[in-house]
Structures are given as C-alpha cells and as structure tokens.
C-alpha cells in the first residue's frame, strides 16, 4: 500500500451559484483498490466524478491521476489517458445499434493506438472487437442482443453497455456512477460477478453507489460525502459504525439495522 | 367502425431482411432488389438533360444540381452530426467569390479554380464557424444565418470584391452538356459517398456526436474536431455549389449570398425526407423546377410554393424518401387486436 495512489484528489472545492457542491474533499485511490463514495441525495457525488473526469470545471483544487496533474483538462483528454466514467442516467447512441455503440470510443486515439488502425489489431475490425467486449460483458454473442438498437435495448443491458465503452478505451480506473440503480434484483446479482471479474483484470474502479450491500461485498474502501463534504473513510465495516454516518446518511439507528439486515 | 378492433402491422418484407447482409447476394432477385433504386435513380439523372426540351431547361438542371448539392450538405449535418446549419448562402457565396477571384486574376480555367476554390472556401468557412461549433441547435443555426448577411454588408458597404456590380467575366464551361454532367456526376459521387460515409467508422462518430455528444467526450473523442470535419464536408459541398454557379452565370454578385440557398435545401430536405441523403435530393428535383414553372405568375409563385409546402408537411410530414423506403421494404396488413 506504499506505492503512489493512481487517482488522488485534494481539496476540490466546486459551487453553483450560492450552493456548495464540494468542499474541500480530499481523498486517494490504490492501484487495483474497489473505492466505494457514499451519502445521501445532494451531497456532491456525481459533481465529484463530473470534476475529476472534467465535465465540470473546478473552482479549486487538484487532481492527480498516476502522479500526472489532471485538473480541469478536457474530458476526451482525460479518457485518453485511461480514466473513463460511467453515467447515472445512461448515455448510448440510441439510433445506433448496440455493438456499433462501441465503435465510437474504439475509434478515440487512446483505442486506435492500442488497437491498430483497424481496430483491433491481429483481431480484426472494430465490429469484431466491439463484439468480443459485449460478450465479456454480458452481451449473448450468438443472441440479436448485440445487434438491437440501443433504444430498445432494457435497463439492464444500457447499464452494461455503459460499461462496455469505459472498456473499449481499456482503461486503468473507471469511476461508475451508479451502476447498480434502476436495476432489478437478479440483474444486480449478474452485475456484481461483472465488478469483481474487472477488478481481478487489475481494473481500478471508483463506485459511487446507494446499494451497500453489493457495494460492500465488493469495496475494499468507502468515503463518506454529505452536503459535498467528505465525513468519513475507512473500511465498509468501519464507516457504517461512524455515529455521524448514521445520521447524515441513513437518519436513524433503525434504518441501518434494517441495511444490514436485508 | 371496423377499423376500430384493428390494426394496420408493418412487416419488412423477407427480401429485406435477406439483402440486408452483405453476404446475402445469391440471386438475381436479391441483387436487383438491392441495384434497381439505385439504378433507376443513376439512370434517370444522366437521361435529364437528354430529355429537356431547351437551353433554359438544360441551365435549370444545373442550378438544381447545386441545390441538391447544399440540400446533402445540410441533410448530413442535420441528421448525422445534430448540427442545423442556415448557412448554405454562405457556403456559396464563399466558394463562388474565391472561384471568381481565382479565375479573374490568376487566369485558372473552371476545372482548376472549382476544386480549389471548393478546398479553400470550405477551409475558410470551416474556420469562421469554428467559434460556433460548441453551441448546438437552433442557436448554431442562428449563427450560420448571420454570417452571409455579414459578408453581404461588408461587400456592399466596403466596395471591395466588385462592390455591389460583383466579378464580371468569369469563364464559362465549354459546352452546356459538359455543365450539365459535370454537375451530374458531382452530385451522385457526393450522395453515394456521403451514404458510405455515415456508415463508416467516423460517420458513426458523427451520429454518436447527433445522438449524444457528452458520451462521445467520454469516450475520448473531441466533438469539436469531429463537428469541424463534418462542418468542412458540408461547406465544401457548398462551396463546390458556388463556384460551379459563378462558372455558369459568368459573375459573381452579392446575389450569392442570398437566403434562397440556405432556405431552399431546407424545403427540399423536409419534401424528400430528412436523413435519407437521397430525399433532399430528390426534393431539389421537385422544388426547384416548380418555382421555375411558377414563373409565370410572377410574385404570385411564392404564395404558390408555400402552400405546396404547407401540403407536404400536413400530409406527407415524414418525407416522400421515408414514405417510399417504406413502401419498398416493408408490408402492411391488417391485423385483429
């Protein structure tokens, strides 16, 4: 754990107008590390993944990414060297079918030098590679899955093929907003084996999540944000035992029993 | 009623679905459903000028070549790229000014001053669009619609450029059959290129930059370099358009900034379908020759052409392309609910 951190972030601060986002959040992800944020609505999650990947430009502050200084550089500049989010609300090319989805972030510079010119290198064209990373992400190879427009492709799958583009870009850390929301039950369960087979291929990943269980069984570490504050970190079991955690998270003892519990 | 515990169910057609792949070609059935619209369409614009009865006739089919020309232009980047460009007077005026200055004082004859006219005027408006190319919708077309109104006044007020008498003496193609053609050929090049094109792995950068440009900057992609090559192809069909009308009109006035070549490709890509490429054109093919029929009426004629278009976006809103790809690859029946 002596190592440099691969993401650290120092004292970002960010308003909107009158309102506070993020103030003075700090924190530093390992190489290979599950980094949970939590914290209720409003408190700054999704502002921080926006800042760090630069879609929103910081008020101050600093972000490093593999000891390099990243702060407010362009996004596409950012995913080039390897850093790629996730959206909460999903964000494929609708009138594109699903495996042609892929061809866009195939065709990034970052893609095409790893890649070749066609794509894919000894391979095969893009439409192969973007085929085969389906697959790995739960795509049907044989099934029309892959081939459907992504307008009619259901939450489920939209939310894989979030994480397939990250994966295109074969990136080193992936900050996923969200990526268990708006899923149902036996789709999270598919989903967890899909976080922990990244994180095994050495994959960094940075999880904002409100689904603790299945963040938990995968997070090695969690920040706590409320009002754009960071209020705590440490291990999941540490957190959750923080009284202040309790409160500003989850509102009373009886909520968090029942967390636990469910 | 009857029709009230039915439904009409659209089913494409199994020799769709059949040459749909590529490697689906096996019978001259498949391959002639796949060739014959094209051929048709091919065909029938290199038989055009044969089957005009006069010289005036003959001019107009290279004017709607040039329209047709701004109609792709303005299709591609409307329903491919998400960009609404109200610029094609400005294209034209461009292309035909640098095609103009390039003939009058360097002595370049049509053949050369066209192509390099057609580079450097798309690499000029290219680069005045750049600072316009991060807004989107109706805000860059308001921007596009500015700048021939600016280059108009800036002609007119400074006197440069011929002032308002334009460029006069510019050289003209050696023969009418030659413009006809030429042009002819230009267009279908452009609307078969443009068709690959999009299908292409950049064109679907530019639909995924359409569809959802955040993603694409999340992807490592720059909208703005792909939004400016996608500005120059448009602009340099545009500026292709200009020189190519100042080599027939033998000058070039202020008239080539006017509004009618950014409002009549819009007009046809609505009559002929937008994102289909080939609907704008044949739009052009339609409206251009009606306004020249129209004539006779005199002012009367616009009065005339709105209620066609009014028509045309009551009854046919989706386009006649959309109505007729439609038709061709898919059945319809009637089906009990």
Redesign the interface.
């Known amino acids: 754990m002596n190592e440099e951190p691969i993401l650290q972030v120092a004292n970002a601060n960010k308003s909107f107008g009158g309102v506070q986002a993020l103030r003075d959040v700090s924190f530093s992800v390992q190489q290979g590390q599950v980094f949970g944020i939590i914290g209720p609505n409003g408190s700054g999650k999704t502002t921080l993944i926006n800042c760090i990947t630069g879609f929103i430009k910081m008020d101050s502050g600093k972000v490093l990414y593999k000891g390099k200084e990243i702060s407010n550089k362009s996004p596409n500049h950012i995913a080039n060297l390897g850093l790629t989010r996730t959206f909460q609300i999903m964000r494929p090319y609708y009138s594109l079918p699903a495996y042609k989805n892929l061809i866009v972030p195939l065709f990034s510079p970052r893609a095409r030098k790893m890649g070749g010119w066609r794509g894919g290198g000894k391979l095969g064209d893009r439409g192969t590679v973007s085929i085969d990373i389906l697959e790995e992400i739960g795509f049907e190879r044989d099934s029309f899955v892959p081939y459907k427009l992504a307008s009619s492709l259901p939450t489920g799958y939209l939310k894989r093929l979030e994480l397939a583009r990250c994966l295109a870009l074969r990136p080193d850390l992936i900050l996923c907003d969200e990526v268990f929301s708006g899923l149902s039950m036996s789709e999270i369960a598919s989903m967890v084996p899909l976080i922990e087979k990244l994180q095994m291929d050495g994959i960094t990943l940075v999880m904002i999540e409100h689904r603790l269980r299945e963040l938990f069984r995968v997070a090695s570490r969690v920040m706590v944000l409320n009002f754009g504050e960071k209020l705590t970190e440490g291990t999941p079991d540490e957190v959750m035992a923080d009284e202040r955690v309790k409160e500003a998270y989850l509102g009373s003892e009886k909520l968090l029993d029942y967390t636990f519990e469910a | 009623m009857e029709t009230t515990d039915k439904r009409k169910e659209r089913l494409d057609r199994g020799i769709k679905v059949r040459t749909e792949g590529i490697y689906a070609i096996s019978s001259w059935e498949e391959m002639s459903y796949l060739l014959l619209p094209r051929l048709v369409l091919i065909v029938g614009l290199l038989l055009l000028p044969l089957l005009m009865p006069s010289l005036y006739w003959n001019r107009v089919i290279s004017i709607v070549g040039i329209y047709a020309l701004l109609a792709l232009g303005f299709d591609f980047l409307a329903h491919f790229v998400g960009l609404v460009s109200l610029g094609g007077a400005f294209f034209v005026g461009v292309g035909g000014y640098t095609a103009a200055i390039l003939n009058k004082s360097l002595g370049l004859p049509p053949l050369l001053s066209i192509p390099i006219a057609t580079i450097v005027g798309a690499t000029v408006c290219t680069l005045l669009l750049l600072p316009a190319l991060p807004l989107r919708g109706v805000y860059f077309a308001i921007v596009t619609l500015m700048y021939p109104l600016v280059f108009l006044r800036i002609i007119e007020a400074l006197n440069i450029l011929g002032g308002t008498d334009g460029i006069l003496g510019v050289a003209s193609f050696p023969s009418t059959w030659m413009e006809q053609y030429l042009i002819l050929f230009i267009v279908i090049i452009a609307l078969f290129g443009l068709r690959r094109l999009v299908n292409e ?2 064109g ?2 530019f ?2 930059v ?3 440009d ?10 703005t370099l792909y939004k400016a090559i996608a500005v120059f192809i448009t602009s340099a069909l545009g500026c292709l358009g200009g020189a190519y009308f100042v080599h027939i009109y033998m000058v070039a006035g202020i008239s080539l900034f006017a509004l009618d070549y950014s409002v009549i490709p819009i007009a046809a890509t609505v009559i002929g379908g937008g994102g289909t490429l080939v609907g704008p054109l044949l739009g052009c093919f339609i409206l251009v020759p009606i306004s020249e029929l129209l004539r006779a009426f005199g002012t009367l004629r616009i009065v005339f052409y709105s209620v066609i278009l009014l028509a045309f976006i009551m009854f046919r809103s989706e386009g006649i392309m959309v109505y007729a790809q439609r038709k061709y690859h898919q059945f319809e029946r009637w089906v009990k609910v």
Do not use: T
């Open positions: 792995d950049i679907l950068v639909r995924g359409k569809d959802n955040q993603a694409v900057r999340a992807s490592g992609l720059s909208i």
